[in-house]
């Protein structure tokens, strides 16, 4: 199962696997077949874009970018030209720094010299990942062009600054000859740090179940990717992985992300404290289809949802009733993702992590600056928030009830099939029940919140699964280690571990729904196997590690 990550472009402007075997020997960070080439910004569109006005490669006017050099102008045929908006700056973009393999940034920087009218100031700045790391210094149309570079070894998100300090009369400014550096025609290659519960979670299939690659020309190269690892299985602690992605011309790109195994079973009763975080990240597949800064800020905020403070938030009246404003500042925690990346984001996190009950109408604002999201607002009920920690030990004194049928030598499918057919006896179905609240806290609900204990059991037992719904009812999916695919369960109309298929329903995304993440699913093509749900097993064995 691959995704295909894309550059989401976002202006606030007016303008126009192959498995490798474990243990082997570590790559190095970047390998190419050819020697260092720059990748000129001017071919890069931005991920996002702030200012009155950016164009690539001439001015307002039409004419050629230039800059001042040794007393003489000198002409760019590669630059990107912006100017600040009224009294303030202009702001440029770029995102997956590290997946394209960037290694450094550079370029001429300078007020336009061919301007007619002169009395320009500004002042050039550049933030990898929210970290200033390069200033000019006050510039004006007399300032010879400065040389800029910046070295990307870590970075994710580049921000280019033109800062208008003040007055943005006659502030057209060039960064001339802007170029990335990479490793010769290096692919790009997304990965990210995974972590599991349990060692029998860590196969071939998960470790590459969220990666992302193409050639330098966009075609996608996903099955290329190969990786080594030094974890060795039945392991926990903390591993490396590293990737490497080829093109057809033997051009590589390699990344190492840590692996970490936590060895923490979910299956034993667990503490307040412990219900207040999140599970392991493989156990959450909505994170695992966003990007890099998706997956920050779903971290952030899930760890904040849940391990709620009222005393951090205001307390407010909407929807006619007292609810606790959440404002999360992403931007100053460092993450800058995108509108899209947040929409899909601020209902996908949701309807994986079903203690997010909490939360009013799964409902989220969420606020600009420079075209990506600075702020996200949530809101809590105060009648669940203040209730919170009592809930959380209702819902855990019934899901133990639950679990009590879980045997450790069961298989995942029969340990899924025991704790739901326990829990489907329990649960009765009305009182419009949507939330986890109210299905494993006070055992009735409808399908909405049925799927949600379902999914809530699952994790538990260390399984993956998610919420989906096609018009008015709701089911989950779950996704089987030694199947290698996706299962539809529905309790309610009596499938368990059914057939899915492609199309079949849809996920909650950004408040609609939308089929944006079954193409992902590899679907099991037939019913599980009932005959293999007999415990004690007849014939195949547990799940079993790398």
């Known amino acids: 199962m691959k995704i295909k990550l894309s550059k989401i472009v976002s202006c606030t402007l007016v303008c126009t696997g192959v498995f490798s075997a474990i243990g082997a020997g ?31 490669n001439h001015d307002a006017r039409g004419g050629q970018l230039a800059l001042l050099q040794d007393g003489r102008e000198v002409v760019y045929s590669n630059a990107l030209f912006t100017f600040p908006a009224d009294n303030s700056y202009a702001s440029l973009y770029f995102v997956d720094v590290q997946e394209n393999g960037y290694l450094r940034f550079q370029a001429d920087v300078g007020l336009h010299s061919a301007v007619r009218s002169k009395g320009g100031e500004v002042e050039f700045k550049v933030f990898a990942d929210g970290v ?16 800029v570079d910046v070295d990307l070894e870590g970075v994710e998100v580049l921000q280019l600054v033109v800062d208008a300090k003040g007055s943005n009369t006659n502030d057209q400014a060039v960064w001339g000859n802007a170029r990335f550096t990479t490793a010769g025609s290096t692919p790009y290659l997304a990965v990210d740090d995974l972590e599991f519960n349990q060692s029998w979670q860590v196969t071939p299939e998960n470790l ?49 992300v840590d692996l970490v195994v936590t060895g923490e079973d979910y299956t034993g009763e667990l503490s307040v404290d412990r219900l207040r975080k999140p599970w392991a990240s493989y156990l959450y597949h909505g994170r695992g289809t966003l990007g890099t800064q998706g997956k920050k800020a779903w971290d952030l905020m899930l760890a904040q949802v849940l391990d709620f403070d009222p005393s951090q938030w205001t307390l407010t009246t909407r929807w006619n009733e007292e609810v606790y404003e959440m ?7 460092g993450i800058f993702t995108t509108t899209e990346e947040m929409r899909a984001l601020s209902s996908m996190f949701l309807d994986d992590e079903p203690r997010t009950f909490i939360l009013k109408d799964w409902s989220c604002e969420l606020t600009t600056k420079d075209g990506l999201v600075s702020h996200v607002k949530m809101w809590a009920k105060k009648s669940q928030a203040d209730q919170y920690d009592a809930m959380l030990t209702q819902i855990e004194g019934n899901t133990q009830r639950m679990l ?27 009182n419009n029940g949507q939330l986890l609240s109210d299905s494993l806290g006070n055992g009735v609900a409808v399908c909405g919140g049925n799927a949600r204990g379902y999914i809530y059991l699952s994790q538990r037992l260390g399984s993956k699964s998610v919420w989906g719904r096609s018009g008015s009812h709701a089911w989950s999916f779950t996704k089987l280690v030694d199947e290698k695919a996706w299962f539809k369960t529905d309790l309610l109309s009596g499938a368990f571990l059914a057939p899915g298929v492609n199309g079949e329903g849809n996920l909650s995304v950004g408040g609609s729904y939308k089929p944006r993440h079954y193409k992902w699913f590899v679907f099991g093509r037939e019913q599980y196997d009932k005959s293999l749900l007999r415990y004690p097993a007849v014939s195949e064995p547990g799940p079993g590690a790398v």
């Not at 720059?38 to 690539?56: E, G, K, R, Y």
């Not at 879980?406 to 179905?429: C, F, H, I």
């Open 404 to 430: 009590a049928e879980y045997q450790p030598d069961m298989t995942e499918a029969q340990g899924l099939y025991y704790v739901s057919n326990a829990y489907k006896r329990w649960v009765k179905y009305g």
């Open 26 to 56: 570590m790559y190095a960070r970047t390998q190419a077949s050819d020697s260092d080439l720059d990748v000129s910004l001017s071919a890069v569109t931005p991920t996002a874009a702030s200012c009155q006005a950016f164009l690539v």
């Open 208 to 256: 590459l179940e969220y990666v992302s690659a193409r050639d330098a020309h966009g075609n996608d190269i996903t099955d290329s990717v190969t990786y080594e690892t030094d974890y060795r299985g039945q392991e926990s602690g903390t591993f490396s992985v590293t990737y490497t992605a080829a093109d057809q011309a033997g051009n590589t790109h390699s990344r190492t």
């Open 132 to 147: 200033q790391v390069y200033a000019s210094g006050t510039v004006t149309h007399e300032t010879e062009a400065q040389s």
């Open 327 to 333: 404002d999360v500042d992403l931007q100053a925690h």
